[in-house]
């Protein structure tokens, strides 16, 4: 069975731009999570769906990012403009019963210059 | 807010040699979490552990939960090379997706 799908898996941009990861989880996982992992800071929970529906978002560092959910295989993290600070790898992580048992994708590493 | 102080940051051994690492807060957890990082690659669940006192193996490693609730240990015996990773500790509290990661050991195995 594929694991949590994401792309890109590298992605670079200049400051500004809008950058969109994507993630496809695990079929039948009615949990999807978005992380963010930096060396100053380790990994950081960003927001996480039930069901398509956004349940706790506190996590997001501010209005420039933004996460959807449209259906129960895909995903999106947007940030919108990019800065430098955004740089990071990002996690996509799916579960079927919630934040114990979750099954991490591959990561995005985003590099905004 | 919650916070995961996890020691050592990082660990050369050799292979053979026994390791241990652990995780402490200030607060309490319901569920603590053990998680293996390859380079590339995201985190990847080794042992969960539900009940203060609890002892869980997974072959070579062992884990317990504290039984204040504040504290977790990862044990690896006859660490081999392919131990090499960052091993992460995970706390579980009251919010179901408010899973807190430690900043991480890195483990280096020498053959």
């Known amino acids: 069975d594929a694991g949590v799908i994401q792309s890109p898996r590298h992605e670079v941009t200049e400051m500004g731009q809008e950058v969109t990861l994507r993630c496809k989880p695990i079929s039948g996982h009615d949990y999807l999570f978005w992380y963010r992992q930096t060396m100053m800071r380790g990994l950081e929970l960003l927001i996480y769906f039930n069901n398509n529906v956004p349940i706790d978002d506190s996590g997001m560092p501010e209005d420039r990012f933004s996460a959807k959910m449209p259906n129960a295989s895909f995903s999106t993290l947007k940030i919108q403009p990019s800065e430098p600070r955004d740089s990071a790898v990002y996690f996509c992580a799916s579960s079927p019963t919630g934040a114990e048992t979750q099954y991490f994708g591959p990561g995005t590493r985003l590099l905004v210059l | 807010g919650q916070q995961l102080n996890q020691s050592p940051q990082s660990m050369f051994i050799q292979e053979g040699e026994d390791v241990s690492m652990n995780c402490t807060s200030s607060?309490?957890?319901?569920?603590w979490l053990w998680y293996k990082q390859e380079p590339g690659e995201g985190p990847v669940l080794l042992i969960a552990l539900y009940k203060a006192g609890e002892l869980t193996s997974n072959g070579r490693l062992t884990a317990q939960f504290g039984i204040t609730r504040k504290d977790s240990f990862l044990n690896i015996s006859a660490s081999i090379p392919s131990d090499v990773g960052i091993y992460f500790c995970a706390g579980l509290g009251g919010s179901q997706g408010n899973l807190i990661f430690g900043k991480g050991t890195k483990l280096s195995v020498k053959p």
């Open positions: 607060s309490i957890f319901n569920t």
